[in-house]
């Protein structure tokens, strides 16, 4: 052991992590903040194996296997509960067969420095440790603000959405954009036409192809019924596969009919999609403002709904005005060049 | 104005004196919005006009609402985390006062836009210092002296401080340490902050 005494001040301040191990594996004198490795239990072990375990590289459980490490980054681990992760490194003095072992606590730093109530001047000076704890806290806090300001925006999102007029699948209007619409109408007593529109067989193709396959079937339906109104005709996805049109200063009933005509014969055109194609129809409720008096939103909505119904009891896939009687047959099967009650193949 | 430091006008504010006062000083500043985003950055004008907002309805001048600042950032519960990280400058309050030059680039290694005034602190030897605070913004002094106060009861130090005014974008404040270990002071725990 020549040769150390005179130097483990020295170490205590500049590693005071350290210990001192004697040819033997004995543990001779331990770091200042080494030494809070054991703060209750009195003594250190007496030996260094017996203080730590060393998990890599493997077998090492005598000195000369330790030195042979000399310079290598050991993994280790302190036998005494709480059983520390430990990275260190050990070298050889003199020729006595002694050697010195620094420890660091890597990354369980924070475990490391509230198992031992660290305090700043248990580390060298140079040591980073302290300005690591710093940046990790700080950017924590960093971090909450963030995640607050996040979850805020998040929060105005959701607002805006419930705000919007606009169906984010489709991009047509929803619901709330026709509320407003309609009251405006009403209240202005200008004269318009409501289709109550609903996608037969809408389920069938959901639960065959999946949802995605639902979602490309209900874009290209809204793609069909803008391309088949008029700029001025207002458009809306109302729910799952039900829509709204409302044609503002139209109540020409062979106009509408066509219209619903040439709606149902595009959206029975089939939709491919990954390789299957998905097949749908739709049935139509036709209501006309001016056969309400006097003219509600409610009314009209009713209206538009009762004869989307009548539509749905006589199979489906056509159009329907409302006051018709039921056993005429419906507008749909009527002058259609294209008639199809039942579900399309597939 | 960084949104930090218009958040913790905001704060102070809203934990000292109720929200309501907070939304009479949004209206008295004529701001649009009732509140601040910390990691937003706002016009300086709106700064000045909160605070002398703030001012207007406390009924106290600048300089005091300033120093109280200071005091709200490191004691109160609310703003803990700030009180830690001023802390990690050093173990006593002298170390502290050392560790103030480099604060700016620590807030900067926390928040990379936050910039904060340049401190520099002069030795006068018989424990008399003086920090010299250098900043675009006019006042910053007076929130480091409501800072500095705190801080010496948090570490338990008996100072006396004085603000000694200043000019061209300079301010100075003069530190006399009467006793380094006056009282207990608070506990400061490395380990008790993140995670």
């Known amino acids: 052991m020549q040769g150390i005494d005179h130097i483990t001040p020295v170490l205590d301040v500049l590693c005071p992590m350290h210990v001192v191990l004697g040819p033997a594996g004995e543990m001779t004198h331990c770091g200042p903040t080494s030494r809070k490795f054991w703060p209750d239990d009195g003594a250190p072990p007496a030996r260094v194996f017996d203080a730590f375990e060393v998990l890599r590289p493997r077998g090492i459980a005598d000195m000369g296997s330790l030195l042979a490490a000399r310079g290598e980054k050991l993994h280790l681990k302190k036998r005494a509960a709480p059983r520390t992760a430990l990275k260190g490194v050990v070298m050889p003095f003199g020729a006595g067969g002694g050697a010195v072992l620094d420890l660091s606590f890597g990354i369980s730093i924070m475990e490391g420095v509230r198992d031992y109530a660290l305090t700043s001047t248990d580390f060298a000076v140079t040591d980073l440790t302290i300005e690591m704890l710093y940046l990790i806290e700080a950017k924590s806090a960093a971090m909450e603000a963030s995640r607050k300001l996040n979850l805020r925006l998040q929060g105005a999102r959701i607002a805006a959405e419930e705000q919007a007029f606009t169906d984010t699948l489709t991009g047509l209007k929803n619901r709330r954009a026709i509320d407003h619409i309609l009251s405006r109408l009403i209240e202005s007593g200008r004269a318009f036409a409501l289709m109550q529109l609903d996608l037969d067989f809408f389920k069938a193709v959901n639960d065959t192809h999946g949802h995605a396959a639902g979602d490309a079937v209900l874009q290209q339906a809204a793609r069909v019924l803008v391309e088949e109104t008029r700029e001025q005709d207002c458009v809306a996805r109302v729910g799952g596969d039900e829509f709204v049109l409302i044609f503002e200063a139209l109540s020409d009933r062979h106009r509408l009919a066509e219209i619903a005509r040439r709606i149902i014969a595009r959206i029975e055109e089939p939709v491919p999609f990954n390789g299957a194609e998905c097949r749908i129809s739709c049935s139509v409720g036709i209501a006309l403002s001016q056969d309400c008096h006097p003219p509600s939103q409610e009314a009209v909505m009713a209206d538009a709904d009762t004869a989307l119904y009548a539509c749905k009891r006589a199979g489906r896939a056509q159009f329907r005005f409302f006051g018709e009687p039921e056993n005429a047959g419906g507008s749909g099967p009527r002058p259609g060049p294209r008639q199809k009650s039942g579900p399309p193949p597939g | ?195």
């Open chain 2, 1 to 195: 104005m960084h949104g930090l430091i218009n958040r913790a006008i905001q704060c102070y504010v809203r934990d000292n004196y109720g929200r309501e006062r907070w939304i009479e000083v949004t209206h008295l500043a004529d701001l649009g919005f009732s509140d601040f985003e910390a990691m937003l950055h706002y016009d300086d004008a709106l700064t000045e006009a909160v605070l002398a907002a703030v001012s207007r309805s406390l009924g106290v001048p600048r300089e005091t609402v300033l120093e109280d600042i200071g005091t709200y950032l490191v004691s109160h519960p609310n703003v803990e985390a700030l009180r830690r990280l001023l802390r990690f400058g050093g173990v006593s309050f002298v170390a502290f006062l050392h560790s103030l030059d480099e604060l700016p680039d620590r807030a900067r290694l926390a928040v990379d836009d936050l910039r904060l005034p340049r401190m520099e602190l002069c030795d006068h030897g018989d424990n008399r210092y003086a920090l010299i605070c250098r900043g675009d913004h006019a006042g910053f002094g007076h929130v480091m002296m409501g800072v500095l106060r705190t801080l010496a009861d948090d570490y338990g130090a008996l100072v006396f401080l004085e603000h000694k005014g200043g000019a061209g974008g300079s301010e100075t404040i003069e530190i006399t340490l009467v006793e380094a270990a006056f009282a207990e002071g608070r506990r400061f725990e490395l380990g008790a902050g993140a995670g």
